[in-house]
C-alpha cells in the first residue's frame, strides 16, 4: 500500500516538475545569400540556481546591466552561495561567454558580433523582451539607428532536475546544467527571425544531500559544466545554421516568468 502511495505521489511530482511550456522555437531561414550580423548581447541574470526538489528555486538576481569590472562581479559572485564559493575561481558564465565568442562566427547564416555591455546592451534586451510591435517602439528607435539585427542569449545554470524516470520515488537527482534562451529579432520591424531554448544537463548526477555544495568534488562540478559549455554551444550552432535540434529536456519546474528574456 505504502509503495503503492509513493508511486503515485512521484507521478504528481513528475506532472508537476515538467513546468511551463519551452520557448517556441523559431528556425532562421537558410536561403539568405550572405551572412546576417548580429549585434549580440549574452548576459544572465541570476548566479548559481540550486533548483532542489519540495523547495522554491535558490538563486539571487544579478544586475546585469551594471557596469561593473570583473574582480567586483567576481566578488559578488563568490559572496552568492556555497555553489560559487566552491566553484572559486571558475565562473561558468564567463567561462560559458569566452567558448562562445570563440565559435561566434562558425554559422553559415548569422553571425554574432558582441556588443559591449555598457552600449546597446539595455536596448537589445528590451527589443528581445517586447512580443509586438506597438510595444518594441521605443527600443526601435534606440537600436535600429545602430544596427540591422540584434540578438539576445540568456545564460543561466546550476543544479536541478532532470525530468524522467530517475524521478521516481522520494528522493531525487541532480545534475549540473545549462541552459539558453535565443532570440534574433530585425531591428526595425521587431520580427523575430530566430528563437530557441536550449538545455543540456550534465551525465554527473547526485541522489538527494550528495547534490550538496559541501559534499561534491569541485574538481568534478567544474569539468562537467566544461562538457556542458561544449555540447550547449555546439547545440546553439547547428541552430543558428538552421537545423532542427533534438529532443531535449527541460530545467524541471521552470515559471513562466523565467521562459522570457
Known amino acids: 500500500m505504502k509503495r503503492g502511495i509513493t508511486f503515485a505521489m512521484s507521478l504528481i511530482f513528475l506532472a508537476l516538475l515538467t513546468g511551463c511550456a519551452p520557448?517556441?522555437?523559431v528556425r532562421i531561414r537558410s536561403d539568405q545569400k550572405s551572412p546576417m550580423m548580429a549585434t549580440t548581447v549574452s548576459y544572465t541574470d541570476t548566479y548559481f540556481q540550486a533548483r532542489f526538489a519540495f523547495f522554491w528555486p535558490s538563486y539571487v538576481p544579478v544586475n546585469w546591466y551594471t557596469p561593473e569590472s570583473y574582480e567586483e562581479?567576481?566578488?559578488?559572485?563568490l559572496q552568492n552561495n556555497n555553489f560559487e564559493k566552491l566553484l572559486g575561481e571558475f565562473d561558468v558564465f564567463e567561462h560559458f561567454n569566452e567558448q562562445l565568442k570563440m565559435r561566434a562566427n562558425d554559422s553559415t547564416i548569422v553571425k554574432l558580433n558582441f556588443t559591449d555591455i555598457s552600449d546597446l546592451a539595455p536596448q537589445i534586451i528590451e527589443l528581445a523582451k517586447c512580443d509586438h510591435k506597438d510595444e518594441c517602439i521605443p527600443a526601435i528607435k534606440s537600436v535600429s539607428e545602430k544596427t540591422k539585427h540584434i540578438a539576445a542569449l540568456k545564460i543561466s545554470y546550476g543544479l536541478g532536475m532532470?525530468?524522467?524516470?530517475e524521478q521516481v520515488g522520494f528522493r531525487k537527482f541532480y545534475r549540473p546544467f545549462i541552459r539558453v534562451l535565443g532570440v534574433i529579432k530585425n531591428a526595425s520591424s521587431a520580427e523575430t527571425l530566430w528563437q530557441s531554448e536550449i538545455t543540456v544537463f550534465g551525465n554527473d548526477r547526485y541522489l538527494g544531500d550528495e547534490a550538496d555544495a559541501g559534499r561534491i568534488r569541485k574538481d568534478q562540478l567544474i569539468s562537467s559544466f566544461q562538457n556542458i559549455t561544449r555540447q550547449t554551444i555546439e547545440l546553439l550552432v547547428l541552430s543558428l545554421n538552421g537545423q532542427r535540434l533534438p529532443?531535449?529536456?527541460?530545467?524541471g519546474a521552470v515559471t513562466p516568468s523565467e521562459v522570457k528574456f
Request: no cysteine; charged share 25%; hydrophobic share 25%.
Open 162 to 165: 532532470r525530468p524522467g524516470p
Open 247 to 251: 529532443y531535449m529536456p527541460t530545467v
Open 23 to 25: 520557448l517556441p522555437a
Open 73 to 77: 562581479r567576481s566578488n559578488r559572485r
